[in-house]
Structures are given as structure tokens and as C-alpha cells.
């Protein structure tokens, strides 16, 4: 029995459905059910009961998913050990980030890891942290660096916060509060906000908000940027007013006012994501540069 189809029972399995598990895999339905239709005969059980809302897993079915994750786990254990620990050649690091995360920590991490291990190659890719989380599941990078994940990553991935970064408020240079050394978030509680969008930073808006409520308003999302450059642009062009990481302030920002913010002073999280199985050479020698200085 071959490997490829212990993937593809397990993605129907998980989705209950052929759509979404080819959808998943990339090949199509017909396709996806004859490999299930062989997988069956081959056992010679009836892995999934067919119901008009979908399907079920039969008790063999469900036994069957727990041996198939175990032996695939097995199987990329087995392959990453192998190419750790006997083979000549490390492999090449594939990072996704945020522009600001790369002005910030990251340019030296990169430095470091440069100098330690001059013959690995780096491989950076800019990419929004929706595209990063895809990238990680299709094993496409081998870490994001995305500003703050979403909640709903850390059952999937390892987490990691590498820094915190003081969060600033983004004013147009022509605002009143503009010449202020420092101001109360509260000053702007009556402004227009500028978020981010959900597709490319979901989980974003919670942040503002949150950041809004522990200075006691409910801020008023306005428009809805998809990068931190063109947050900034909404910014200058007089379409409302930003909370954003101060790293931001590394970005070209004209006609805009990184602002400090005082009583209390907010803090975003700066963090490292890559998945959960066993981590290449390559990937390992970086963590451990990258964490040494890390706040954790």
C-alpha cells in the first residue's frame, strides 16, 4: 500500500466530505473517490458510510485513521531525522515575513545566522500573514514571521513571541495632537480608524480594538488597508488615524506622525511560527540564533 493513499483517507476522513478533501489535494473528486473506492477493496471494509448530508466513518473507518496518522507521522519523522543527521548537505531555510518584522529583529537574526552558517542558503519571501499560514500548511516556507498571529494558530503551530514591540498611534503630520512629545490613545477615541484587511491580516481588527478597549473606547473601524504601507498612506492621505507597531516607523511613512503613546503604554507581540513536526537542520540551527535573545 503505498503512502498516497493513507493521504487521501485521511484528508476525507477529517473533512467528511470529497469536495473539500480534493479541494485539499489537489486532484479532483472522481479521481479522490476511485482512490478510496480501490483503498476499500484493498482491505476489503467500508471505510466511510455514504449519507445524503455526508458522510460517516465506520468503526473500521475510525480505526483505520488513527493507524494512517500514526504511520504518516512515523513516515515524516523517520524522513526528517534522515536528512538531519545523515546527510552532508543542510537545506536550504525558506522564511515568510512582514516588511516591518524584517527592518526590526529579524535583519539581525539574519546576520547572525549568516555568520554562523555561511554555506546554508536563505531564501526570503514577503508575503501577508494569510499567505503565510497557507505557505506553512502547503510546507512551502519553513517559518512566518507575521507581527500577531491570530489565536487560533497555536493548536496547529508552535508560537513563539520573539519581541514586543511598543505600539505607536499613526497620526497625519497636519493633526492638532501632531507637535505633542506623547498622548493619551483616549485623545483619539473620537477619529475614524484605519484596520486591516481580514483577508490578508486576519485576527488584525482584534488587536485594534483591543488595544482601543484598554484605553477605554470602542474605536471606529473606518476603512480597511491590506499592507502596513498602505495603512500609512491612508493615513497621509486624511482618511482617519492607526495603531501600529513603532517598527511600522522603519517603513516610508511621509506626511504621517508615529506617535507615542503614554498611561498605559501597549505592546504587540513580534512572533515566530513554523509547524509542529520535527524541524530540519537547517530550521534548527536558525532557532537557536533566532531565540537566544528572544523575550522567551
Known amino acids: 500500500m503505498e503512502l498516497r493513499y ?5 484528508a476525507v476522513a477529517e473533512n467528511l466530505n470529497f469536495s473539500r478533501a480534493a479541494t485539499q489535494l489537489y486532484i479532483s473528486q472522481p479521481a479522490l473517490s476511485r482512490q478510496i473506492k480501490s483503498l476499500e477493496d484493498e482491505l476489503s471494509v467500508i471505510l466511510f458510510i455514504r449519507q445524503s ?3 460517516k466513518l465506520t468503526e473500521a473507518g475510525k480505526f483505520f485513521l488513527e493507524q494512517a496518522r500514526d504511520i504518516l507521522n512515523r513516515a515524516d519523522n523517520a524522513i526528517q531525522i534522515i536528512k538531519n543527521n545523515y546527510t552532508n548537505i543542510d537545506e536550504p531555510l525558506i522564511i515568510g515575513y512582514i516588511p516591518t518584522i524584517l527592518e526590526s529583529f529579524l535583519g539581525e537574526a539574519l546576520h547572525r545566522f549568516g555568520v554562523a552558517y555561511p554555506d546554508i542558503t536563505l531564501r526570503l519571501q ?7 499560514v497557507k505557505a506553512l500548511r502547503d510546507k512551502v516556507i519553513d517559518i512566518a514571521f507575521m507581527g500577531n498571529p491570530p489565536d487560533d494558530l497555536e ?4 508560537v513563539k513571541c520573539v519581541k514586543e514591540v511598543v505600539i505607536d498611534a499613526v497620526i497625519p503630520d497636519t493633526h492638532l495632537l501632531a507637535s505633542c512629545p ?3 490613545l483616549m485623545e483619539l477615541a473620537s477619529e ?7 483577508q490578508t491580516f486576519p485576527g488584525r481588527n482584534d488587536r485594534i480594538r483591543d488595544t482601543c478597549y484598554q484605553a477605554g473606547f470602542i474605536p471606529n473601524l473606518n476603512l480597511l488597508a491590506d499592507s502596513h504601507a498602505s495603512m ?20 516610508p511613512h511621509p506626511n504621517v506622525v508615529f506617535m507615542p503613546l503614554y498611561h498605559p503604554i501597549y505592546y504587540a507581540r513580534s512572533t515566530a511560527v513554523w509547524r509542529k513536526e520535527t524541524v530540519s537542520a537547517s530550521l534548527d540551527k536558525f532557532l537557536n540564533i533566532l531565540l537566544l535573545n528572544s523575550v522567551l
Not at 475614524?192 to 481580514?198: A, N, P, Q, R, T
Not at 500609512?232 to 517603513?251: D, F, N, T
Open 53 to 55: 448530508d455526508g458522510l
Open 126 to 132: 514577503e508575503m501577508s500573514p494569510s499567505d503565510q
Open 192 to 198: 475614524k480608524f484605519i484596520g486591516m484587511s481580514e
Open 155 to 158: 493548536p496547529e503551530f508552535i
Open 6 to 10: 493513507l493521504k487521501y483517507f485521511v
Open 182 to 184: 506623547s498622548i493619551n
Open 232 to 251: 500609512i498612506a491612508l493615513v497621509a492621505a486624511g482618511q482617519g488615524v492607526a495603531v501600529m507597531p513603532r517598527e511600522a516607523k522603519a517603513l
